[in-house]
């Protein structure tokens, strides 16, 4: 079989944890998340389920951190009712607020149920450069990028 | 977020090696299966892409041995074609027979590429009674029912 022509997308991301809420989470876009993961490997190869507003797909990832491979599919509302149930117990929900920031995207996750009081700030980069630019904002506290301990992943543990 | 209507299936099998090809699976029902693997845990718990001909699927399987729990979605050739490169060195390549046998039916796999040379029948009953019942006839080998060895997840394994 050969390989498609929609090639996958590479993130490269920086994470924070959040010390006060800035003024202009107040007006930004926002939706709520609920995902959760049908097969976790270790070594951060996973399968996720995620439904985003009313909008639901299926992620494959591989590999942690600031760098990893990802490819993701549209679910239709069947496909992901007939999948959900299998992640009981390896659930999250949070609200992610969008901020954009200079030419970047800041997007504040605020996690909800057992993680309520978490909050994180996860900037993507378009490059390797800009990712090594980034001057944190004020509201910004410690960097947590390739913690595992806050990975979503580990989150959802319930 | 609620339970499905469509419940899961769960499957009652058993699983035997072939000792020698019934003359049956000379005018049966077969095609080609290619499926690999998008994560496995530990445990058994995995996420399998499959391709039957030309019907694509993703599947979610959790247990090992004579029983367990599925539950399996459709894909649409476009999402199918995205995900399918995540499964490279995860796969495995069959072709299946369908043989009815008294009120049952046995599938038979024969093996293709690094697999060649094995041959598996696979029988599904309707509950447990008639697993229990169930003869096998006499070609058939040694049973491998829940042997980790002969797991897809296993075989695929390159």
């Known amino acids: ?6 090639v996958s997308s590479r993130e490269i991301e920086r994470k924070f944890l959040i010390r006060r809420l800035p003024v202009e989470i107040l007006r930004s876009r926002h939706f709520r998340l ?7 490997e270790r070594g951060g190869r ?6 985003k507003g009313g909008a ?9 951190g600031s ?25 999250l929900h949070k609200t992610r607020y ?4 200079k030419k970047l995207k800041i997007e504040v996750d605020i996690y909800h149920r057992r ?12 490059n390797h450069a800009s990712r090594r630019k980034f001057k944190p904002p ?7 990028t390739g913690e595992k301990r806050y990975s979503n992943v580990r989150l959802a543990r319930e």
């Open 56 to 64: 639901m797909s299926l992620t494959f990832k591989v590999g942690r």
């Open 67 to 91: 760098s990893r491979e990802e490819r993701e599919i549209k679910l239709s509302p069947a496909q992901f009712m007939m999948l959900w149930p299998a992640t009981r117990g390896r659930r």
């Open 98 to 101: 969008e901020i954009p920031w």
């Open 46 to 51: 996973h399968v996720r389920l995620r439904r």
């Open 115 to 126: 993680n309520h009081g978490l909050m994180v700030a996860e900037v993507e980069f378009p």
């Open 1 to 6: 079989m050969r390989r498609p022509h929609h």
């Open 34 to 40: 609920a995902q959760g993961y049908l097969a976790n």
């Open 138 to 144: 004020r509201w910004f506290g410690r960097e947590i």
